[in-house]
């Protein structure tokens, strides 16, 4: 049974930086795809970074840049680094592991994955 847990959101002002991590037993970190939603205020839920098993990773063009995402394979956990933070990326942020591979394909979608974290809130104050 796989079990994703995330930590590290809280409240920044605009500019500020946050570290998201997302511990996970049960899957395993040497295959598939690994990925960050988020779901803002009254919207959709959105999938914003992907990493594959070997490394290859992929953002979506609103974070580019300012986003982050990488794994410890030894440490089984996910990390979402976050830097300049905007209003407009204040939301619930998920992790999220599918069985699917992502190296050639980025995973965007919802209904690629198959396992959900619980969430962690993040609040950008402008």
């Known amino acids: 049974q796989v079990q994703l847990a995330e930590s590290g959101g809280g409240s920044v002002q605009a500019g500020g930086s946050l570290r998201l991590s997302c511990a996970a037993s049960?899957?395993?970190?040497?295959?598939?795809?690994l990925g960050w939603f988020r779901r803002p205020p009254g919207r959709e839920r959105e999938g914003i970074a992907s990493?594959?098993?070997?490394?290859?990773?992929n953002y979506v063009d609103s974070v580019k840049g300012r986003f982050t995402i990488s794994k410890d394979n030894n440490k089984n956990t996910l990390y979402l680094q976050m830097n300049n933070l905007k209003p407009e990326d204040t939301a619930m942020y998920y992790c999220a592991a599918s069985s699917m591979g992502c190296n050639n394909t980025p995973r965007f979608a919802s209904y690629d994955y198959n396992d959900w974290g619980q969430g962690t809130q993040v609040t950008v104050s402008s």
């Open positions: 990493i594959g098993n070997i490394g290859r990773i």
């Open positions: 049960g899957f395993a970190f040497s295959s598939g795809c």
